[in-house]
Nanobody, 115 residues
Framework: QVQLVESGGGLVQAGGSLRLSCAASGSIFSINAMGWYRQAPGKQRELVARITRSGIINYADSVKGRFTISRDNAENMVYLQMNSLKPEDTAVYYC?????????WGKGTLVTVSS
């Protein structure tokens, strides 16, 4: 069993910042990649950022230059620093982790950006 728990969401004004954290626990030997996805009301879930164990990073074009993903391999943690937030960033943010061939998801944390 693997559990992912996100934290750090909340309400922020446009232009503000938030830092999301995701902790992975359970039967973990090695996490290949960790990522953040988001799903806005009425929209499909989309990739925000992804980081491999070796540190290769991908960002969605919409967040490049504003969001920064990082991870702590020793602690099985992944973070998402979100700056210059916009109302269109409002969504539930989900953490995921690729362990072996299995993909695990957290339950999500809500980020609301007011204009």
């Amino acid at each position: 069993q693997v559990q992912l728990v996100e934290s750090g969401g909340g309400l922020v004004q446009a232009g503000g910042s938030l830092r999301l954290s995701c902790a992975a626990s359970g039967s973990i030997f090695s996490i290949n990649a960790m990522g953040w996805y988001r799903q806005a009301p009425g929209k499909q879930r989309e990739l925000v950022a992804r980081i491999t164990r070796s540190g290769i990073i991908n960002y969605a074009d919409s967040v490049k230059g504003r969001f920064t993903i990082s991870r702590d391999n020793a602690e099985n943690m992944v973070y998402l620093q979100m700056n210059s937030l916009k109302p269109e960033d409002t969504a539930v943010y989900y953490c995921n982790a690729l362990i072996g061939v299995n993909l695990y998801w957290g339950k999500g944390t809500l980020v609301t950006v007011s204009s």
